[in-house]
């Protein structure tokens, strides 16, 4: 008989790629890695790629990875809380249960923020002999009676979710994976006895309990320091959701973040809560940390579709600009207006037009200590960061009306490469026009998308691409203007775009009008434009863009995950 090594090498990695998915089917890959040394060097890597951890296995998980943490690319800690009964599921968790949830997710992450810190060369700043850039992060809590006391699962679990597939997946991927998934188990997402009881309660209390961080008893006040992660990952995967300074705070033990997707979901029509509203503001004073930060902030299921169309204050916006400036790629969805973000670009004339700056934004601030002697610098420094001090620096500089143009400060993003913004476009030529402007202050732009994802069967966006093919050659730069209502962009809006086009390019703009799609082709999803998007994967998580896709296609869900009324459709 043939030994194993007298194959040639492409049969043998044939072999090896057969045995992969077969052992990977039947969850038996360690007994594959046993069978000798090239099994093991071949099945390994592709193994520990990508880890779900609970906090019952943190505390091994180090153990485990000794001499293989190169291996890790991904790692969902996915932390499982206790279970509760129907009788229990609308009404709101305990004040004990509450502080025991949040402290059993505390635990486990900083147990493997320990880990991870432990993980880094202190020589060289490198994970392994491959990887250098530290592995991505993706977090999660649930409990598992969560899937079972309402109408449709949209939560995927860890059986459903495809894991072990890539983000990059394929929706043709993630449909298949979903579906032969979720046929084998026909109970996951059965309406219990009390949503059944109570038509208005299927959105159950307990599935959008808030986890924060709890320290109390544990030992430690803080998290430990890791020096880089790829990327911190909240998905919309789970309901139950992490105040946005629970982010900033699990942001702030990384001195490095390559990218931050947060994407809180809520039931409530109008999140923003003043405790949201600070949290909001803490993650951004930590956004430096990141090259890319995506904001996706989205409701449940058609609550998307309530009006008024719900986002923080302008001083959100002009926050996240004044933090934005080293950033490569931003994403901002519902958590904010377009045109509050561009308002200092705004022009004479605009509704919205402001000739003066905000005194208490800190790049103002910084702009006129700049124009000030060092011993003036230090006499006003010394007056501390309250009212007094704002209003000695108005007054050296001459002013003291509060009054402060716009030329003294203008916001400017060297390296950012992608921007992807929603908007109501009550005002969207004055928009437009000041996002040209703004994108005269972006030498390295390439493609700004502006949309409305206000409902179903809206396609309404607006796009300025600017693709570069390497060396000499480049595709004219471009604007692309799609609405439900067949209105030309008005001329100064052109105008404004083949300066941007003519300063970055040396060409001018073209204006490009697709073709709009029909009501066959409108999208069925509230967040169904997204999809006409350049930057969709940028927006919003690839596999969370799967599953909206999946949530509303009644083609390719199986019966048994569609609603009770659905249901009875086809089981009359």
Known sequence: MASWYSYPPEIRSMILDQVFQTGAACRNLGACAAVCREWQTYIEPKNFRRLVLNHSCVADFGRILHNRTWMVQHIWLRIELPRYRCTTCCLPETRKQKQTNNQIFTKALFQLLEILGSWEDDSTGRYGPVDNTGPVLELSVHSPSDMKHRNDVFALDKDVYPHKLDESCTSEEFDDYVERKLRKDFDRGQVCTAAVGNRTNIEHLRMFAEIQLDFEGLGYL????????????????????????????????????????????????????????????????????????????????????????????????????????????????????????????????????????????????????????????????????GQEFQQELLKVTGFENGRIPRSVYQPRWRWLKTLALTSRFDNRFDLFEAAAFAALQMPQLQVMEIWDGQGLDLVEFFRYSRHENGGDERDPPAITWLADLVVALEPRVTAAWDRVARMHTNQSIRVLVPEFPGSDEKPRSPYGVIGYLELREKIVHQLSLREFEWYYDDWTRPVERRGVEEVREFNP
């Open 222 to 385: 803080e998290f430990p320091t890791v020096n880089y992660t790829k990327a911190l990952i909240v998905r919309r995967q789970y309901y139950r959701s992490f105040n946005p300074g629970t982010v900033a705070e699990i942001a702030r033990s990384f001195r490095r973040i390559g990218s931050l997707a947060f994407e809180p979901i809520t039931r409530d029509p109008n999140p923003f809560s003043e405790a949201i509203k600070q949290g909001y503001k803490m993650l951004i004073l930590e956004a430096y940390r990141c090259r890319s930060l995506s904001i996706f902030q989205g409701h449940y299921g058609r609550q998307v579709l309530r009006k008024p169309w719900r986002k923080l204050s302008s001083k959100f916006s002009l926050s996240l600009v004044d933090k934005s400036e080293y950033f490569e790629n931003l994403s901002v969805a519902f958590a904010g207006d377009a045109i509050a973000f561009f308002q200092d670009f705004l022009q004479p004339g605009s509704r919205k037009y402001r000739p003066h700056l905000d005194p208490s934004r800190l790049p103002v601030q910084n702009a006129l200590l700049g124009r000030l002697s060092t011993d003036e610098v230090h006499r006003i420094l010394g007056l501390g960061q």
